[in-house]
């Protein structure tokens, strides 16, 4: 079974800290990694995609390493609105037509 | 504003009824999607649908029933059939390929089985 693995944390950071989050998948035909940021009992929405280059967005950076099937989140200067859970998200190439794989989130708590 | 939108948003179910959660989508995307997530787990898929009248079977189908009549609506039934139904529901939508591009999800259906 094709899975993603990420550690649920909960992560329990002070505002301005830097935290990051590693995701692996099992799926190395896998073309597309996403991470979604889902509040609590919200639907989850779109943070960033992952591009094999890594890519930022502000305070937020993502980065992929295909040779060891992983994809990270790191996010500088935590604020308190950043609390949420973190849902590593990768399709499933090869398998079931349309179907993306979402991993059980890392929850993140950002203290004052 | 374009968005989708589920409802009820909250729905309390005695065992052996079945029960329909409306998804309705106004952002003229092809790809229809049901998920259902239980506490600490991830999002599980129950059916998808990529055009209209067809769809398919994701993981967890069974108990479950979907149709798609028209592009915008992409109801679910849940039936007695189904052995834990409660859980939060979620309907998302698509325009294309996953390869690019975000799901769109509606504000999820909460279920509870009484």
């Known amino acids: 079974r094709k899975e993603v693995e990420q550690d649920p944390g909960p992560f329990n950071v002070p505002e301005g800290a830097t935290v990051a989050f590693n995701c692996t998948y099992s799926?190395?035909?896998?073309?597309?990694f996403f991470w979604y940021r889902q509040d609590c009992r919200k639907e989850p929405k779109l943070l960033m995609s992952?591009?094999?280059s890594g890519n930022e967005d502000g305070r937020f950076t993502a980065q992929l390493n295909r040779a060891s099937q992983y994809i990270s989140l790191l996010i500088r200067d935590s604020k308190l609105s950043d609390s949420a859970t973190y849902l590593c998200v990768v399709n499933d190439y090869g398998g079931s037509q349309g179907n993306l794989i979402f991993g059980k989130g890392t929850k993140l708590s950002v203290k004052p | 504003d374009g968005g989708i939108t589920q409802s009820p948003k909250y729905l309390f179910r005695k065992e052996g009824q079945n029960v329909t959660l409306s998804c309705e989508q106004n952002?003229?995307?092809?790809?229809m999607y049901w998920y259902r997530q239980d506490p600490g787990q991830g999002l599980r898929l129950i059916y998808y649908?990529?055009?209209?009248?067809?769809?398919q079977k994701g993981d967890i189908a069974e108990g479950y029933s979907v149709s798609r009549e028209k592009k915008e609506s992409f109801p679910l039934t849940v039936t007695s059939a189904q052995k834990n139904p409660t859980a939060f529901y979620l309907c998302?939508?698509?325009?294309?390929?996953?390869?690019?591009?975000?799901?769109?999800f509606g504000e999820g259906s909460r279920l509870t089985v009484l």
């Open positions: 998302a939508s698509h325009s294309g390929g996953l390869n690019t591009g975000e799901l769109f």
């Open positions: 952002l003229n995307h092809d790809a």
């Open positions: 649908s990529q055009i209209v009248n067809d769809f």
């Open positions: 992952v591009y094999s």
């Open positions: 799926n190395s035909a896998s073309q597309s």
